[in-house]
């Protein structure tokens, strides 16, 4: 057995097989996205040996260029993202089958054109008409372009083959938009033709949470009110908005980053065991909780509410400016760039067990995180040591960037006297399984292609997750803030999101 074939069959053993044949088409090939995130995933997944022979790339862009000119395009991009260097068997392999198509996607004609393009790679690669469209456009053209490919026949599943669609987020800006665009795309497409993708499902950490919760039979056990005193859910980011202040501005914090991330990382945490780790029995858990999670009525809002901009301030160690003097934000602006939520679920496992959620730009620490409170010991028998001063049991899943789990306890310090320390017992991914490079995008592209949607949103999640947020953007539109900015840059949010917890007895851990 040659080298390369025993380096092939130990990296399927480790991983699997590879995608099924097909070819992927991006639409928004000269974008962000598909530098820095796809190009590199699709080379990763390629080292791995991981996308099949009969696999091509299509990428579709406004800009008129030559095919060699793309190719060039995506050489450097895979040098400057991907880390691949000179020479490169893998790049040389993946630009063989890299192919590029240009016009404006709202274009109808530019479809029917695209359709010999696709026959003709299906006879040279043999990539047997499954087509995967990779929607990596502005939003607004998410519907249009799921429109069009039906009309051009581009969307229909006869003859064996299949074709799939990858939805990027933002999935709609609110909850009616939200359903219109499910509505547009399923008069194209059926439900499992389509992939809502959310990255944070892409992360290993996040994956782990299910693993870590369903295949350990220690803490299952205590995964409820009866232990859990509350939960602090926290996605803090140090940089500010950069360049997308266009988008950014008309987001806020809350449409960015809770319906999606946070609330994935909710489901993940809340969910009760699924029946099989098959696509529909995990979702239908995850849609439990989102459907469970208590509505906000406009008065809570008030209180289980907070929202706040960040002001001038320090990022690791320089100043920063305000996020109304970032580029493209209006100088006026009343987006929040920072939300915090107090979540009720109102089931059987949660009652009583308030969900705390924050999240922000401009943070003191880059960090994600799912901490999870148990409560205090009943009772004290350590002189001198009141109950309250124990430090409770702390579970920390901690999804970025420091990949791992702790658990804090307390432990007697060494001495005459009985004195309690707070101890962490850490569990780092980084010790036991090295780091792989990644960009977290490699095992969702991966799973499209072979047609596992369990990390993907159906459409009755993305719906129940707007759900949550849109009595508060619905407040907050009406009751315009009055102190932005309200925290400054590089600090732990604004002191309204102290007070929510102080309020319930509570605090922030800020790691
Ligand atoms: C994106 C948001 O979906 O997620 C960004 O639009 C945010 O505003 C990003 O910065 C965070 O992702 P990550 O993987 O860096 O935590």
Redesign the pocket.
């Known amino acids: 057995m040659s080298e390369s074939t025993a380096e092939a069959l130990a990296t399927l053993e480790r991983h699997g097989r590879p995608a099924d044949r097909c070819a992927m088409v991006i639409f928004g090939a000269s974008g962000d996205l598909t530098k820095r995130k796809l190009l590199p995933s699709l080379y990763h997944l390629a080292q791995q040996r991981l996308l099949p022979n009969e696999f091509a790339l299509v990428g579709c862009a406004i800009e008129n260029m030559s095919e060699e000119e793309y190719r060039r395009q995506v050489r450097g991009d895979l040098a400057e993202f991907g880390g691949a260097a000179e020479p490169c068997k893998t790049c040389d392999w993946l630009l063989d089958r890299t192919y590029y198509f240009s016009g404006n996607f709202q274009d109808h004609n530019i479809y029917q054109q695209l359709k010999p393009v696709l026959e003709g790679i299906d006879a040279k690669h043999g990539t047997g008409g499954n087509y995967l469209y990779y929607l990596a456009t502005a939003p607004a053209l998410f519907g249009e372009v799921v429109q069009h490919l039906g009309a051009a026949g581009l969307a229909e599943q006869s003859g064996g083959h299949w074709r799939r669609v990858v939805i990027e987020?933002?999935f709609g800006h609110d909850l009616d938009s939200a359903r219109t665009l499910n509505r547009e795309i399923g008069e194209v497409l059926a439900e499992n033709q389509i992939y809502r993708i959310d990255?944070?499902l892409g992360?290993e950490t996040v994956q782990n949470i299910l693993v870590f919760r369903f295949s350990n039979g220690i803490f299952e056990p205590v995964w409820n009110r009866r232990y859990i005193d509350h939960v602090q859910i926290t996605?803090a980011?140090t940089?500010g908005?950069e360049q997308?202040g266009g988008y950014?501005d008309h987001?806020g914090a809350a449409r960015?980053?809770v319906p999606?991330?946070i609330l994935q990382l909710v489901t993940l945490t809340a969910m009760e065991p699924p029946i099989s780790f098959g696509a529909d029995a995990v979702r239908d858990e995850q849609s439990k909780i989102l459907h469970a999670i208590q509505p906000m009525a406009p008065e809570d809002v008030l209180t289980r509410a907070v929202r706040g901009q960040y002001g001038e301030g320090q990022a690791e160690g320089q100043p920063a400016p305000a996020y109304r003097t970032e580029p493209h934000v209006d100088p006026a602006s009343q987006t929040e760039t920072f939300v915090a939520l107090k979540l009720s679920i109102d089931n059987w496992r949660w009652a009583d067990v308030p969900f705390y959620i924050r999240t922000g730009?401009r943070m003191a620490k880059r960090v994600?995180e799912v901490a999870i409170q148990f409560r205090r010991a009943p009772f004290v028998l350590f002189r001198d040591t009141p109950v309250e001063n124990l430090a409770p049991n702390l579970l920390v899943l901690h999804i970025?960037p420091d990949e791992g789990i702790s658990l804090r306890f307390g432990a007697k310090v060494p001495g005459i006297a009985v004195d309690i320390g707070s101890v962490n017992m850490d569990f780092r991914y980084q010790d036991y399984f090295g780091n792989e490079p990644s960009t977290?995008y490699e095992r969702l592209l991966y799973d499209c292609m072979t047609g596992d949607a369990t990390l993907f949103q159906r459409a009755d999640m993305v719906e129940a997750g707007w759900s949550v947020v849109q009595p508060t953007l619905d407040v907050w539109k009406a009751l315009p803030p009055r102190h932005f900015p309200n925290y400054a840059a590089g600090s732990w949010g604004p002191k309204d999101a102290d007070d929510l917890l102080a309020r319930d007895k509570r605090a922030w851990r800020n790691p």
Do not use: C, F, I, S
């Open positions: 987020k933002p990255h944070y992360k996605v980011e940089l908005v997308r950014y987001a960015d980053m999606n991330h730009k994600t970025q977290g």
